[in-house]
């Protein structure tokens, strides 16, 4: 059986009532009789399992290659063409 809240438009005082889903909503305040209304609550969700968060295992492509070491192979294969180019330039002299 679920547990509504509810909230007192004139007073503002809030209470919970058990009550079947079938069941009409209350609509006067056990205070002062004011006009009363339902609040929606949140719900927790817990997430279980594997897959939620970025450190869970997961497959690795192998055509993927992380950004770090992208950009220091590259930044390495220009320094080496550089070094072949200067090189090449210094034989033909």
């Known amino acids: 059986m679920p547990l509504y809240e509810y909230e007192c438009g004139d007073c503002g005082v809030r209470f919970e009532r058990r009550q079947h889903m079938e069941d009409e909503p209350v609509r006067v305040c056990p205070e002062c009789c004011g006009e009363v209304h339902r609040l929606i609550q949140p719900v927790g969700i817990i ?16 055509t993927a290659v992380p ?4 950009e220091s192979a590259e930044s390495s294969a220009s320094s080496s063409d550089t070094a072949k180019s200067k090189s090449d330039a210094s034989s033909e002299d």
Do not use: I
């Open 47 to 62: 997430f279980k399992g594997s897959g939620f968060y970025v450190t869970d295992n997961r497959a690795k492509s192998s």
């Open 67 to 70: 950004r770090a070491t992208k």
